[in-house]
Structure formats: C-alpha cells, structure tokens
C-alpha cells in the first residue's frame, strides 16, 4: 500500500531517531552560485571534506548576463559570486558547467537534459524549484544553505515524511491548451497553501498523456501550490527520455534500472491524505492577473471585483494586487496590452517550449513597441532550436534570441522590467517586483505568450492557430 | 560549532515585538559570499543613521550593551524571510542567546543550526528580565542549559523548556551535521548496499 513518495523515501532511509526524523541518503546535489558560497565556507571554516563530489554538480544560471558571452560580467556582487563558485568547485572538485560551455543552463533544466535526474532518485538544490524533477519521478526538493552545506558534508539531510497528496488529471487537453495551463489550474484551485506539508503525485491520462517538458512544467510549479515536492510516476514516456542522455545509465545498466524504476508506482490500495480531481477538458488557456500564482483567470474571462470578495481581507487584498497591476475590475483581460513578453526560465524553457512558440510566431511579426525575449534553458536547447532553424522564426518575427540563464525570471541580472512595465511571462512567479522593481507580470504559457507578442496584448492563442 | 552549555553574560534589553529579518538583516547585504562579517550590519536600520553614522540612543551603541551576549526582548522575534544571515549577523555580533515570549518558526530553527539558543519565556518574566538587562554592567544574565534556568542578578532562577533533542546537539557543541557524521558508518553501509543493488546509479566524472 505504499504511494510512490513512500517507496522512494524508505529506500533513501540510513537511520531513524525517536521524534520520527529520518537521515535520508541524497543521490544527487545540484549547486548555483547563489546559495552555495556559504556552504562552501562553512566546510572549509570546519575541516570538513565534500563527501560524494561524484554525485554533485555545479552550474551557474541565477546572475548571469544572457547577452554575448565573451563580454566580461558587469555586476561586481554577481561576478564575484560566480568567481567564487568557480573557486571553490576547483578547491573541493565538483564537477562544472562553466558559463562558455554548451553544458550551461539554468540548474533544473541542466540535470533532466544531462542524464543527471534519474527516477527513483532523492535530488536536492538550493534553490525551491528544484520540485522540476519530480516530472522524471524522483524525489526532488529545494533546500536552505545550512542543508546544502550538510549534504555536501554527509550526502544527506535530517527530515521528516511529507504527507500525500493525489492530484487526477482524467481526460484529454483541448487545442491550444497546454501543461503550464493545467498547472495554473491546479493552482488556482487548491491554492498557494493547498499543497503545505504534502507532495504532491500528479495522475490520471491527462498527465500521461503529457510529454517529459510538459510534466517538469507541472512539477516545477508544485511549489507554487505550497508542496514541498511533485512527482510523476515513471513510465514508457520518462524511459525514452532517459534513454541514451549522457550521464543515463546505457546498455544493460539501463535495462536493470528500467526494471527498478517500473515499480516506482504507488500501490493500487495506497492511501492518499488528500485526492484533488480536474477535468482536463474544462482547462481553458490561462492567465495571471493578480501578485500570486492562484489568482487566474481564463483568457476569454474579465479581470476579477474586488466586490465579489468572500470577506473584508480579501477585498482589500485583490484592490491592492489590481492596483498594483495597473488593472481595472471588470476589464477584459483580451484588451490588457503588454510592453514586454518573456519566453523562457526553469518552468517553460526546453525546446518544447521553443518549439509551441514558434509555431504561433511562423510567418507573424511582433507587435509594434513589444520588447520580446527567448531565452532558452540552456546551451543546449539553444544548439538545438538553432539546428531546427526556430532561432530563425523568434528572430525574423523580432524577438531577442539570448544564451541561456534565469534571466527576467528574477531580477537578479541584468534582463529586468522597469517600473509599471507589463510582462507576459512563462514563468512561474508573479509576486510584486519579481521580474524587477515595479514591473508588472502575468503568468502564462509558451504559446499564450507568443500570441501575446503577436498581438501586443494578452491574447487567446486559439484565435492564431 | 561552539558548545552552548553554561552563558554568563550582558543582556541588552530590545522591548520591541515583532522584530523581522529585514530589520536584523537588511536584504541589501544577502549578496555577499560569506556567513562571517554581518555583525557589523546586524541590526542596520535600528543602529545606523542613513549617513552610516550610530544612532547613539540604539541600545547596541551604548556601553556595555555593545558587548552583549543575551538580547531580551518580546513577541514574534524574527518574523519574515527565511534568511539564515539573519542568525548569522546576530551571532557575528557575539549574542548567543536570545528570550522572548515568541520567535517566528523558521528563525527559530535556523537560530540552532547556529549554535544561539532561543529561549521561549512568558511576557512577564520577560518584561521582569528586560528590568535586569536595563541596569547594565553590574546586571549580568546566566544561562544555564544543561539545568534549563536562566538566572536573574538576584540569584533568582527561572526554568525553561527547549527540545531534548536541540537541547542536547547545543550542549555538545554539534550542530545538525555533527549530529549525523555520527552516523557516518550508517552512511558507509548505506552507500555500500546501494552500489551492489543499483550499480546503474551514475557518478558524475567530467572528462
Ligand atoms: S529560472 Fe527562475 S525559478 Fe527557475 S531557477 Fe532560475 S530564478 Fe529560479
């Protein structure tokens, strides 16, 4: 009767204590620039060794410029951040992904891409959306510096169980509706909270029915829906990824772990704390309009009355967020024109992602006055858009085409909003001044946001294909 | 990590509630690489003047207070983001112990990742301990964690409870990675048992 978040727990058990805490083996540690300097530190402060530098890798995604990579980096902090990763994966030997390297991506696109995330695997980061490879089956959650550091020192972390929850996804997606439109549902439904203290395991043929880009989308944002972790039980669709990726097992290593990762299900009898359902055909393409992940609506819908509020805080909290978007209750949300679009970050930035947008944008020019921007995921999915000629649809339509990183997903390089300006966006975080100080964000899909581009304003991707 | 077992200090007195993170640690110093070095901002908005000049009313600034091992003060303190800078500009700064009636839950676990032992006393018995802190110098706090007390200048001693667990890693001097390199042979059999039953497991070797 085990759920799957049960079966890869107690085989990742080295010890219990009484209170219930488990000392649980890490198999794989990925590491940025951000949240490791710290750690680094506290080994060295300590005497201590990096014990499985083996099972470690490094990247740096967060503060990178994504402009001509032979410039020299402008921001003194994010130099010297990234100087001080690279100093110290050379002290205590980590393998790297160095910023001129093809390699190089945003962390949770890096380790599906690279064979790194396997299923059956603990994987951790520091860094919250490190909940992405939940898609490949693995349990994969986000961590605080202190616990990066204490993995590095003993390849495992002091934790208790999560609870479960199941969230079914029964049915088939309508045209021009994709995972990021699911997930925006789901988290409109459950809430930013609806997930606290659980993982969440994503079922049911909708979610079979996605593919691996698709999944890690949905994980990815698991914590935005308050889960500490999302998981996807692996099955033919995460064997054929995996297969032939650089650092997957190959020949009959593969075959053996094939047979391993088949019984990650959980149970047909396995008891679930909470089961959430959705109807996939009732999923519309979706956008923020609000400063928080749950506050959705769909395109074809207006912008929420402050009115309808079920109490006094409420109210007054959706007049602060419509205040703060520059919106109006009421107001179509067809008619919200934007300054800027940004297709790219650790939810909506692998090919797949590249590819959805393209198609909207073939033989389309960008909206006058539209500053817009693909940044793919990594070096990777760049070389391989540019080999499929998509760089050449984004740049004949106008778009930015830029290396890989973080970039206007987080205002912490240089690729920022300024104050008042609205973005449609393919990440995953729509808080007050997360893509710069002031700006203004809505969260939507690859091909939502193409169309947005298209059109200058936010617009149903249904109407242009 | 430095053992937490008998503290003989000055208490500064902060009778204040609701003392966020921003506050201990603004998020304009969250760039830097290193845990050490925060002390000197540890508390920037309520000790500096925006010239960079102290505010010489801020307890901190003032004789003995700028020596102060113990912070008394009161409800919900360090409220807000999940920094650990900000346990790490407090202990930078020498306090090893802070008492107040609340603590918000994140600060207070990352407060014994830290090695500073946040004791949880009722509003009076703080307002009563802000009293002792307020007569300076000659007033100095003892806590003793292995007893659980906090004793007043007057001799007066005052239990207190603190997880057994946390209770016993402080006293020790482990903090949470000590505690589990105790298990490191757990770890080693672990390791062992996983590589014969899933050789496909891949290391990472750059080449
Ligand atoms: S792309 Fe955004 S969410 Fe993802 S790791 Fe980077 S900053 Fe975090």
Not at chain 1, 12 to 36: K, M, N, P, Q
Not at chain 1, 43 to 54: F, H, I, K
Request: charged letters at 25%.
């Amino acid at each position: 009767m085990p759920t799957l978040f049960d079966k890869i727990w107690d085989a990742h058990v080295v010890d219990r204590f009484e209170d219930g805490t488990a000392i649980l083996y890490i198999d794989r540690h990925l590491v940025h620039e951000v949240t490791s300097p710290q750690a680094f530190e506290g080994l060295r402060l300590s005497g201590r060794r990096l014990r499985r530098p083996d099972a470690t890798i490094a990247v740096v995604d967060h503060n990178v410029p994504t402009s001509d990579r032979s410039l020299p980096i402008e921001e003194p902090q994010s130099r010297l951040q990234i100087e001080t990763l690279e100093r110290n994966v050379e002290e205590f030997g980590v393998p790297y992904f160095p910023l001129k390297s093809r390699d190089q991506g945003i962390v949770h696109v890096v380790g599906p891409e690279q064979g790194l995330s396997l299923p059956g695997m603990t994987i951790v980061c520091g860094d919250s959306h490190t909940s992405t490879h939940g898609a490949l089956g693995a349990l994969a959650f986000g961590i605080g510096t202190s616990e990066v550091e204490h993995v590095m020192a003993t390849q495992t972390l002091l934790q208790k169980p999560a609870k479960n929850m199941k969230i079914l996804v029964e049915g088939t997606l309508a045209p021009g509706v994709s995972a990021k439109d699911v997930m925006l549902a789901i988290i409109g439904r459950i809430g930013t909270a609806g997930g606290t203290g659980h993982v969440i395991e994503f079922a049911g043929s909708a979610i079979r029915g996605l593919d691996m880009a698709g999944r890690m989308t949905i994980c990815n944002m698991s914590i935005e829906a308050g889960a500490r972790a999302g998981l996807v039980a692996p099955d033919e669709t995460t064997f054929a990824y995996v297969k032939g990726r650089r650092f997957a097992p190959q020949g009959a290593a593969f075959d053996q772990a094939v047979a391993y990762w088949r019984t990650l299900v959980s149970d047909e009898d396995a008891v679930f704390d909470t089961v959430i359902e959705l109807a996939a055909e009732e999923i519309a393409p979706l956008v923020t309009w609000g400063t928080s992940p749950e506050d959705v609506v769909a395109i074809t819908g207006t912008v929420p009355d402050p009115a309808s509020a079920a109490d006094e805080a409420r109210r007054a909290q959706m007049q602060r967020m419509l205040d703060y978007m520059g919106l109006t209750a009421g107001q179509k949300l067809s008619e919200v024109a934007v300054d800027a679009v940004f297709i790219g970050s650790c939810t909506n930035g692998r090919i797949e992602d590249m590819r959805a947008a393209a198609r909207v944008l073939a033989g389309r020019r960008v909206a006058p006055g539209v500053r817009a921007m693909v940044v793919p995921g990594s070096g990777l999915v760049k070389a391989q858009a540019e080999q499929e000629g998509l760089d050449r649809i984004f740049l004949d339509a106008g778009f930015e085409w830029r290396e890989a990183g973080c970039s206007m997903c987080l205002g912490m390089n240089p690729d920022k909003l300024t104050p008042g300006q609205r973005c449609a966006s393919t990440s995953n975080r729509n808080f007050e001044g997360r893509q710069g100080p002031g700006g203004r964000t809505h969260l939507l899909s690859p091909a939502m946001a193409a169309a947005a581009a298209v059109t200058g304003r936010l617009t149903d991707v249904r109407e242009l294909v | 990590m430095q053992p937490f077992t008998i503290l003989t200090g000055i208490a500064a007195p902060l009778p204040e509630a609701n003392i966020d993170t921003d506050k201990i640690i603004p998020s304009r110093f969250l760039k830097t690489i290193q845990r050490s070095g925060l002390g000197r901002n540890a508390f920037d908005p309520m000790r500096y003047n925006e010239d960079g000049s102290e505010k010489p009313d801020f307890v901190l600034n003032r004789e003995p207070y700028r020596h102060a091992e113990i912070l008394v003060t009161y409800e919900n303190f360090g409220c807000g983001s999940s920094r650990e800078h900000a346990p790490w500009a407090l202990l930078d700064f020498g306090i090893r112990c802070v008492i107040a009636p609340s603590f918000a839950d994140i600060f207070h676990g990352n407060c014994f990742k830290n090695g500073i032992l946040p004791i949880r006393l009722p509003r009076d018995v703080c307002e009563a301990l802000m009293q002792d802190a307020a007569q300076g110098g000659n007033s100095r706090l003892t806590v003793d964690l292995e007893r659980q007390r906090v004793i007043r200048p007057d001799g007066e001693e005052i239990p207190f409870e603190v997880d057994a667990m946390r209770r016993r890693l402080l006293l020790e001097g482990l903090d949470d990675i000590g505690q589990t390199l105790q298990h490191a042979p757990a770890i080693e059999r672990f390791e062992q048992n996983r590589a014969a039953s899933s050789p496909w497991m891949p290391s990472i070797v750059l080449t």
